[in-house]
């Protein structure tokens, strides 16, 4: 056995170890003895959401309008052509051949069945309906089949596994989160296998019959002490993997340590799991054999782990970077994929960012290499024992299933096996016994929480607290108030959340809870005992409180600013923890007083004090935004200063006004009283794009005295005309632009006309003139015949001039055409093209990054995570920006579609164009 563990770790060393190649024609770095080509690229591989190899070893892919086979033609490693499948209009999340002629997909939460009857490669378009689940990111995803000819699907929270009509004699509504399922070899009598997964996109076997997936994690929630990093699993049958709530916004998991959630093999971290694939083959090195491959699409990565799964002693996995992208190339792993040869090919693509596949090859493959057949899968399934209803301890310590609602037989059971073991049981069974009291007591209250912050804290079933179970009550608040002084940290953080689930209301309890939050302690363990402190009843004394304060003023160093994200939940949680100690405790005052609370990361905390309180913490704050102006105050510190007097704040908030991201913020305010000195700023603000914004500062501008345009159209009044014309809250400034010019408009046409007229230059800055070309194009656009146009040609134009890449490739920048020819008039729709910038939709806007090193990058946002942004430059280009290297972020307010699109058109080349924008 020694002798078989010092080989599996000088295996698994040998994955882990050695600098990664780079590949820069490409922006990648690989393994080394790896190389890795470009097997398809944007052109025929657009946004690809999910592959399979076929029997005959070709690569097939599909995407949002596809699916289709990827052709080499000339067998030199590049595929040159494509040949359609099948119009998916969702896309296929995962697809699998049973054979040459039978391809299974997954299509908007429908599992379906194409066929081709003839043998010659042509499928039929309507395919056959197995079942049907949910669709989209957390719906139906990846399927595969085992050696025995099983078909297996894997869907995330909201494939609506729970409750579907033909899973376990259709009693399936104790399935919770995503599921693994299994189909017989005729695809009926499907049976769950494991639930309790958050959206694992993919899965795949091992030449021993295990199976691997790897699971998502709700970023929203990091640092809370409830997140769940993505975690690869080794799947238990007939359990449960802890994942507890629908949708993607909030999510519960049961700690891993708890003894009815499954084990993950590696906790990577951060992350979108996609594709998951088991290296069953020899091609590669040694140590690669039965080595999980799995991708991650927000930091463009494929990690390696060998899971070593008959050997228990080794427990250390790692997640090994095996691929990753380099600098701001787009590589957005969704798929990979096992060849027959043993090479393998990652596909990427999703939501819209550049898709391509790629080809990895070991340098120097094994000779007569060869696939490892799939293992044996074992039988087991998911199904209610009826008996274990009758054997209440049986249920409790059931970890397949989730138990719900009060059990006072089983609690008392319990309680009295926990009190009399407490100090002479092994700790394994001490954690088993305080997690099943949780559950016969009703368990967590996650889907009707007083707040978000105590899903994890309150029961869901209170009948405990009823008179006539005074005692058991008792008897239950003794043992977990004990177990508050144990040295395992695990069994400590436990009997507090037990205690605080029974509102435990002894005062050793609040000193105790206390005493486990150190200046050494992780964040996430502090943030869990507050919890616990708000919702036990033990009094709060003046010392506790301070103390209490301290530690809600030290997370923000514990975590390093990181709360304070994208996305991030953790203020808004902190919020209704302090609110619940408020309540019996002088929390907001000690916070007040507390040294170092006036700080920007906590001015999110102030906002949610009540009053008088907010007011005492926005003097506090303003006299630090005075000391310390350049502090990298947020948004939040300003509206802490919306009652504070005019006269002392509005010098202040001048200043403050010139720092990036306040602008807005202060705007809002100033807008109230404004004096001349903030008409640059009001006009600045006027063209931002949060039309909230826009209207606050025209509104402003209304209070000052009018700016006199000269009649050379120079000045400052121009200057204003130009800021009126570009802001977003259109409605708002017809009146403002009709007292500029002495005039009155009676609708924005008549403004424009008059802009363009008078002051041609001014036009020409809001995009109603493009220099000579631009004022012809009216003429122009009045002497086309757009009846004459012939539509074959216009397809030509079409294309010539790229207008298909952003707006009809399956990851389109710009907005569907369909139909846009029957909405708008001709000389509408073509003043459109001439003039991209006049008028971006919302949603098509895009925004400009500015990084340290002064590069800036301009695009639309396809991913926003707490860790960086990945951007849409072009039709076929994407770019990942670093958070940590971005130092600004603007709305841009041009139009990625470049302008001078009709220069060079003839008046029948116009009508042409015409004439196929009608036939979309």
Not at 140 to 156: E, N, P, S
Not at 753 to 766: N, Q, S
Request: charged letters at 25%.
């Amino acid at each position: 056995m020694w002798y078989r563990l010092i080989t599996v770790l000088t295996v698994c060393s040998g994955i882990a170890n050695g600098q990664l190649e780079e590949f820069p024609q490409l922006g990648l770095r690989i393994a080394p003895g790896f190389e890795i080509t470009l097997f398809a690229d944007q052109a025929i591989a657009p946004d690809v959401y999910s592959m399979t190899i076929d029997p005959s070893g070709r690569v097939v892919i599909s995407s949002r309008g596809y699916i289709k086979w990827l052709i080499d033609e000339d067998g030199d490693g590049r595929a040159e052509s494509d040949v359609l499948i099948a119009k998916s209009s969702s896309g296929a999340m995962g697809m699998l051949f049973l054979d040459g002629q039978t391809l299974l997909t997954s299509e908007g939460g429908s599992f379906n069945r194409y066929t081709d009857p003839g043998g010659n490669g042509k499928f039929d378009p309507s395919p056959e309906k197995i079942a049907q689940f949910r669709g989209g990111e957390h719906g139906l995803h990846a399927i595969r089949k085992d050696t025995q000819g099983r078909v297996y699907l894997i869907g995330g929270n909201d494939a609506n596994f729970r409750g579907h009509s033909g899973i376990a004699d259709g009693k399936s509504g104790w399935i919770e989160g995503g599921a693994l399922v299994r189909y017989s070899a005729e695809l009926k009598d499907p049976v769950v296998l494991s639930h309790g997964f958050r959206n694992p996109y993919d899965f795949d076997f091992d030449s021993k019959g295990e199976i691997y997936t790897y699971d998502s994690d709700c970023e929203r929630e990091f640092l809370l002490p409830w997140y769940s990093p993505t975690r690869l699993y080794r799947v238990q049958l007939g359990a449960h993997h802890g994942w507890r709530l629908p949708g993607w916004k909030r999510g519960w998991k049961r700690p891993d340590y708890y003894f009815d959630s499954v084990k993950p093999l590696v906790n990577v971290g951060r992350g979108s799991p996609t594709g998951v694939a088991v290296y069953r083959h020899t091609a590669f090195p040694p140590e690669y054999r039965d080595a999980v491959f799995y991708c991650d699409w927000t930091f463009g990565k494929v990690y390696c782990t060998h899971p070593d799964a008959d050997l228990e002693e080794l427990k250390d996995h790692r997640a090994n970077v095996f691929l990753e992208s380099t600098g701001i190339f787009g590589f957005a792993p969704t798929d990979i994929e096992l060849a027959p040869d043993g090479s393998l090919f990652v596909a990427v693509g999703g939501r819209g960012t550049t898709g391509s596949v790629y080809h990895i090859r070991a340098k120097q493959p094994l000779k007569d290499a060869r696939s490892l057949p799939v293992g044996k899968v074992a039988t087991g399934e998911m199904r209610v024992d009826p008996s274990a209803a009758d054997d209440s301890l049986a249920l409790l310590g059931n970890r397949g299933f989730n138990v719900e609602g009060f059990n006072a037989a089983a609690i008392r059971l319990v309680a009295v096996e926990m009190d009399r073991m407490m100090l002479t049981a092994p700790l394994e069974k001490r954690m088993k016994i305080l997690r099943m009291m949780m559950r016969g007591l009703g368990d967590w209250n996650l889907n009707k929480p007083s707040h978000e912050a105590f899903s994890g804290y309150e029961l869901a079933d209170k009948e405990i607290f009823e008179q006539e179970h005074v005692e058991l009550l008792t008897l239950c608040r003794n043992s977990p108030r004990a177990l508050l002084h144990s040295l395992d940290h695990d069994e400590r953080r436990e009997a507090a959340r037990l205690s605080a689930m029974l509102s435990d209301p002894h005062p050793i309890t609040t000193g105790r809870i206390l005493d486990a939050i150190t200046t050494k302690t992780p964040v996430e363990d502090d943030f869990h005992y507050l919890c616990c402190l708000a919702c036990i009843n033990a009094p709060i004394t003046g010392e506790q409180v301070q103390r209490v304060a301290a530690a809600i003023v030290a997370l923000d160093e514990k975590t390093a600013g990181l709360q304070m994200r994208t996305k991030q939940t953790y203020i808004d949680r902190l919020n209704e923890v302090v609110a619940r100690i408020a309540k019996r405790s002088p929390l907001y005052r000690e916070l007040i007083r507390c040294d170092g609370f006036a700080r920007p990361n906590h001015a999110g905390i102030a906002t949610s004090f009540p009053r008088p309180h907010s007011d005492q913490a926005a003097e506090v704050f303003f006299a630090a935004v005075q000391s310390m102006p350049g502090a990298g105050w947020g948004e939040d510190v300003i509206g802490l200063f919306e009652n504070m007097e005019a006269g002392i704040t509005f010098p202040v908030l001048r200043r403050l006004a010139n720092y990036p991201g306040l602008r807005d913020e202060c705007v809002k305010l100033l807008a109230r009283a404004p004096t001349e000195s903030d008409r640059k700023l009001l006009l600045d603000a006027a063209t931002s794009p949060r039309e909230k914004v826009s209207r606050t500062a025209v509104q402003g501008l209304g209070k000052l005295s009018p700016t006199v345009i000269l009649v050379n159209g120079t000045g400052n009044g121009t200057d204003e005309l130009i800021a009126l014309f570009r802001a977003s809250a259109q409605e708002v400034t017809l009146p403002l632009i009709g007292r500029a010019a002495g005039k009155t408009f009676n609708d924005r046409k008549a403004a424009e006309e008059w802009l363009v007229a008078d002051h041609p230059a001014a036009a020409l800055a809001v995009g109603l003139g493009n220099g000579k070309q631009q004022d012809d194009w009216p003429t122009v656009f009045g002497k086309v015949d757009w009846k004459s146009g012939d539509s074959a040609r216009g397809r030509k134009l079409f294309a010539l001039r790229a207008c298909a890449a952003c707006h009809q490739s399956a990851n389109a920048l710009g907005p569907d055409l369909s139909g846009a020819a029957r909405r708008l008039s001709p000389v509408d729709l073509f003043k459109a093209i001439a003039m991209p910038d006049a008028d971006v939709p919302p949603a098509y806007r895009v925004s400009e990054f500015t990084m340290k090193n002064g590069k800036k990058h301009i695009g639309r946002i396809a991913f926003t995570s707490a860790d960086g942004v990945i951007v849409r430059t072009g039709p076929g280009t994407t770019v990942r920006l670093d958070e940590t290297q971005i130092v600004g972020q603007a709305d841009w307010i041009g139009s990625l579609m470049p302008k001078g699109l009709l220069l060079g058109l003839d008046l029948n080349q116009l009508a042409d164009l015409h004439a196929y924008l009608k036939t979309l």
